[in-house]
């Protein structure tokens, strides 16, 4: 998929996975949205730095953060932004998404930010483009790459660098497109070890996530890690575990403060949200000294300005 990501002089023409993309590419787009940061940190409410620009928000499946994060980081940066009404649209009465996309594109939309149930939407919709950017904003449970992007710089935020440490992504791993983002990521930017922990029934096949250990001991997968990345798990997830319910969820997986104290004391946590507190991660945690929680919010936006800079500002 790197081919259908790079132009033929190796610059991002669409962002659909971080897997392959390289540390350059990864480094890259952290260094700018760090740069974008102080800039609005600094006193900037907005930049016309993509005037004129239309971006297409395709959302088939329900979003608050994320749509709300890459609508934010458009208006930000000058873009006029549609948010698409699928409900509304002709792909309810049969039309293909390649005639939608052919068609939004015909109207002078240079790029378009997708959400899918299904894997690979986003990158068979990069193959009908013509001249537009294709942004994968979550597909089924292959990708999430600007989540990923996002958890890297708040990782880089607060230790001196991502590569040597030691990182535990712990629930739902099986049906996780953010975990296999993060992995992606993390592996890319030179992780030590990266520790993926959930009930086996959660758990993905070992092949599938090569150079990550799978534990399902959740104080054996945080013993001595610098970072924790806990995942959302949705009730049916639950419901169809034999023996289990939250409490029971919570008791054998979820971080509590005890629980953190397996990890090393400078260690971090982090969750995509929304969070499901009493079951994933205790309400002190959460809002406790070492989570990140909000940083990542506030991070995403910044990502994703970076990254439709990168796609399509002229003088990137």
Do not use: W
Not at 45 to 64: H, K, M
């Amino acid at each position: 998929m790197s081919d259908l990501q790079l132009s033929p002089q190796g610059r991002l023409r669409h962002l659909l996975t971080l897997e392959g993309l390289g540390r350059a590419h990864i480094e890259r787009l952290l260094d700018r949205a760090d740069e974008l940061r102080t800039r609005f940190r600094g006193g900037a409410r907005a930049l016309d730095l993509l005037e004129g620009r239309t971006i297409v928000n395709l959302f088939f499946e329900s979003s608050t953060r994320t749509r709300t994060s890459f609508e934010l980081a458009a208006r930000r940066l000058g873009a006029l932004v549609v948010n698409f009404d699928i409900a509304s649209s002709s792909t309810t009465k049969g039309e293909t998404l390649e005639d939608t996309l052919a068609t939004l594109e015909a109207m002078d939309s240079d790029a378009f930010v997708v959400r899918h149930k299904e894997n690979g939407t986003p990158a068979r919709l990069a193959l009908h483009a013509r001249r537009a950017s294709v942004l994968n904003a979550g597909d089924g449970n292959h990708a999430h790459p600007t989540q990923g992007l996002l958890d890297l710089l708040t990782i880089r935020d607060h230790k001196p660098r991502i590569e040597g440490l030691t990182v535990a992504i712990c629930g739902d791993i099986r049906h996780s497109r953010v975990a296999r983002s993060d992995v992606h990521g993390l592996a890319a930017m030179g992780a030590k070890e990266i520790r993926l922990c959930g009930p086996a029934a959660l758990l993905p096949e070992a092949d599938s996530f090569p150079g990550c250990t799978l534990v399902d001991d959740l104080d054996a997968a945080i013993e001595d890690v610098d970072v924790i990345i806990m995942l959302r798990i949705q009730k049916e997830r639950i419901d169809g575990l034999p023996g289990f319910d939250g409490a029971e969820y919570f008791q054998r997986y979820g971080l509590h403060r005890a629980r953190l104290a397996r990890a090393r004391s400078d260690a971090i946590v982090m969750h995509p949200g929304p969070m499901n507190r009493g079951i994933e991660i205790a309400s002190d945690l959460a809002d406790g000294p070492q989570s990140v929680v909000l940083e990542q919010v506030a991070n995403g936006i910044f990502v994703r300005m970076a990254v439709l800079l990168e796609l399509l500002h002229k003088q990137a």
